[in-house]
T-cell receptor, first 111, second 110 residues
Framework: RKEVEQDPGPFNVPEGATVAFNCTYS??????FFWYRQDCRKEPKLLMS???SGNEDGRFTAQLNRASQYISLLIRDSKLSDSATYLC????????????FGSGTQLTVLP | NAGVTQTPKFQVLKTGQSMTLQCAQD?????MYWYRQDPGMGLRLIYY???????DKGEVPNGYNVSRLNKREFSLRLESAAPSQTSVYFC?????????FGDGTRLSIL
């Protein structure tokens, strides 16, 4: 079983749609959670951190459910520029600053 | 502001050849990392360096060595390249979070 699991997609949605990605993690000692974005053939970049109370950044909303070991990302009013692969990332307590990456969910926003 | 710079960007090697991937950061970060990314696998940590003078193994260290030359530079060496090491290699650096990535080295081993 992978430590961080994501639906690989691809998700193909029309512009303006709302799309949600889910992620589960296996290690209950997980401490910090993030969503990174990776464009095709580019490096990963931090999209947003995920806080226990849930957090929003413009059109993006992240939720964390520690009891179910589940993280989600909601994108509202999708733009063409949102097309990318979204990586769920976890930092485990005691692992210093090491990150464990999910394999990513591919999103294509269609005109 | 260059951030994290990796060289080379592309490389083709024959099985058994050796090479060193270079990484340098200009953000005064203490921690540096080497990852590989394969289709369907996500990024996997090869080695990391929490501070100058220290290095530790990550998830997939076999076949690789690293050197933290100074605070800025962290190199990854393949002593005897194997086809299984064909991958995209990313270097990253951080103070805490987030990690900042270089734009990758695409390495093919024939």
């Amino acid at each position: 079983r992978k430590e961080v699991e994501q639906d690989p997609g691809p998700f193909n949605v029309p512009e303006g749609a709302t799309v949600a990605f889910n992620c589960t993690y296996s290690n209950s000692a997980s401490q910090s959670f993030f969503w990174y974005r990776q464009d095709c053939r580019k490096e990963p970049k931090l999209l947003m951190s995920v806080y226990s109370s849930g957090n929003e950044d413009g059109r993006f909303t992240a939720q964390l459910n520690r009891a179910s070991q589940y993280i989600s990302l909601l994108i509202r009013d999708s733009k063409l520029s949102d097309s990318a692969t979204y990586l769920c990332v976890v930092n485990y307590a005691g692992s210093a600053r090491q990150l464990t990456f999910g394999s990513g969910t591919q999103l294509t926003v269609l005109p | 502001n260059a951030g994290v710079t990796q060289t080379p960007k592309f490389q083709v090697l024959k099985t058994g050849q050796s090479m060193t991937l270079q990484c340098a950061q200009d953000m005064n970060h203490n921690s540096m990392y080497w990852y590989r990314q394969d289709p369907g696998m996500g990024l996997r940590l090869i080695y990391y360096s929490a501070s100058e003078g220290t290095t530790d193994k990550g998830e997939v260290p076999n076949g690789y060595n690293v050197s933290r030359l100074n605070k800025r530079e962290f190199s990854l060496r393949l002593e005897s390249a194997a086809p299984s090491q064909t991958s995209v290699y990313f270097c990253a650096s951080s103070v805490d979070q987030p990690q900042h990535f270089g734009d990758g080295t695409r390495l093919s081993i024939l």
